[in-house]
């Protein structure tokens, strides 16, 4: 199976920083990468799919890059509402697994 | 607009049963594949099985493999997993994501319901 190594696993920051999350893939998975954001008590939602295509209706400050194994989420300008923990998920194979998850937190 | 809802969680014995069902509505549920996805109290996300729109294709997490059996009825536009041989491991939240395939690879999970929890306990 692949695994999926997401860092950091927590994050700190303020309302305006540049924010990136870093997810490694244990082999190749060409830009077969999705991206999620889950609240607490709330389902996840899509954000970016094929490693850098932003779902309809994602505000513009997030952005995904990357191909192969090495994989980023950024967010330009963090909003309060961004304040969530964020899962990368590979697609490329069965099983489809996510990261461990990094969570956004405010400083 | 599309909408899954989860039902049939609940606390259940080790060694129990469950039925869980997701209602679909919204879009043309015999097209899309669709799979489970189960979260632990506090814990991240877990893939659990597959379905292709047809039926024909099934996939399972190991964790899940031999106790667990997901299928769907295109009729009435529902997506069910039958849980058999719980275990406190399987206490969670456990979700329904529609699979939509737009690139080569894997449908990402574009639509999630809004969950149900499984409760395994004595």
């Known amino acids: 199976d692949i695994q999926l190594t997401q860092s950091p696993s927590f994050l700190s920051a303020s309302v305006g920083d540049r924010v990136t999350i870093t997810c490694r893939a244990s082999q190749g998975i060409r830009t077969y990468l999705a991206w999620y954001q889950q609240k607490p008590g709330k389902a996840p939602k899509l954000l970016i799919y094929a490693a850098s295509t932003l779902q309809s209706g994602v505000p513009s400050r997030f952005s995904g890059s990357g191909s192969g194994t090495e994989f980023t989420l950024t967010i330009s300008s963090l909003q309060p509402e961004d304040f969530a923990t964020y899962y990368c998920?590979?697609?490329?194979?069965?099983?489809?697994?996510f990261g461990g998850g990094t969570k956004v937190e405010i400083k | 607009e599309v909408q899954l809802v989860e039902s049939g969680g609940g606390l259940v014995q080790p060694g129990g049963s469950l039925r869980l069902s997701c209602a679909a509505s919204g879009f043309t549920f015999s097209s899309y594949e669709m799979n489970w996805v189960r979260q632990a109290p506090g814990k991240g996300l877990e893939w659990v099985s597959f379905i292709s729109g047809s039926g024909n294709n099934i996939k399972y997490a190991d964790s899940v493999k031999g106790r667990f059996t997901i299928s769907r009825d295109n009729v009435k536009n529902s997506l069910y997993l039958q849980m058999d041989s719980l275990r406190a491991e399987d206490t969670a939240v456990y979700y329904c994501?529609?699979?939509?395939?737009?690139?080569?690879?894997?449908?990402?999970?574009?639509?999630w319901g809004q969950g149900t929890l499984v409760t395994v306990s004595s």
């Open positions: 994501a529609r699979g939509w395939v737009v690139t080569p690879g894997l449908g990402s999970f574009d639509f």
């Open positions: 998920q590979q697609l490329n194979s069965f099983p489809p697994g």
